[in-house]
């Protein structure tokens, strides 16, 4: 079962616009992550955000969370045409010696020129 | 390195045939994961191995599926026999360690059976 669940499914934006997407989850976690899916590629890793972070930058990106909430945002500033992919945030569960990093199902993000 | 390998890219299959999708892994990581990836269901973890050894195996839909990992630098998932609902795209991924691990995705494999 998905840990996250991505909002919106799916998104359309103009060429230098911000492009916002949201990462709800369930249970504690120890790290957050966020990666991208080229349409017919496998994932690429964005940026990871630990448990007791808040925020955190990485070129364009800007990430956030929100524990008490069990949430995460992704911005992309000044968005380009070459954005347009999946977005998926993905958690390891806390707990446990098992280990999982589970995925939502993503967020398309469409970025017109 | 060149990144998780990933073979075949495509697969075309016929229900009831074994299909074998096999995955090279980062040289140096300890972690594999085999995911599946549909459009009704979305990216769903299958199976990790740490050192070589299966962790959990509670994602693999059914007895019809196994995954073994003989070395360090190579794995497979074998579906047998496989079904039409059995299509989908297999990543394989792997990562350097456990706690707060960037997960590296091969190209996968796009399995259809008809």
């Known amino acids: 079962s998905q840990q996250g669940e991505e909002d919106p499914q799916a998104l359309s934006i103009q060429e230098g616009e911000n492009a916002t997407m949201n990462c709800s989850y369930k249970?504690?976690?120890?790290?957050l992550q966020w990666y991208r899916q080229n349409s017919g590629r496998g994932l690429v890793h964005l940026i990871l955000?630990?448990?007791?972070?808040r925020e955190k930058h990485s070129g364009r990106l800007r990430v956030t969370l929100d524990t008490s909430k069990k949430s995460s945002s992704l911005l992309i500033t000044a968005s380009r045409a070459a954005d347009t992919a999946s977005y998926f945030c993905a958690t390891d569960a806390r707990g446990g010696s098992n280990y999982k990093l589970t995925f939502g199902k993503g967020t398309l993000l469409t970025v017109n020129p | 390195d060149a990144g998780v390998i990933q073979s075949p890219r495509h697969e075309v299959t016929e229900m009831g045939q074994e299909v074998t999708l096999r995955c090279k892994p980062i040289?140096?990581?300890?972690?594999l994961f085999w995911y599946r990836q549909t459009m009704m269901r979305g990216l769903e973890l299958l199976i990790y191995?740490?050192?070589?050894?299966?962790?959990?195996d509670s994602g693999m839909p059914e007895d019809r599926f196994s995954a073994k990992m003989p070395n360090a630098s190579f794995s497979t998932l074998k579906i047998q026999p496989s079904e039409p609902r059995d299509s989908a795209v297999y990543f394989c991924?792997?990562?350097?360690?456990?706690?707060?691990?960037?997960?590296?995705f091969g190209q996968g494999t796009r399995l259809t059976v008809v």
């Open positions: 040289s140096g990581h300890d972690y």
């Open positions: 991924a792997s990562s350097l360690r456990l706690a707060s691990a960037e997960a590296f």
């Open positions: 191995f740490n050192n070589n050894v299966p962790i959990d």
């Open positions: 249970t504690s976690i120890n790290n």
């Open positions: 955000i630990r448990s007791n972070e």
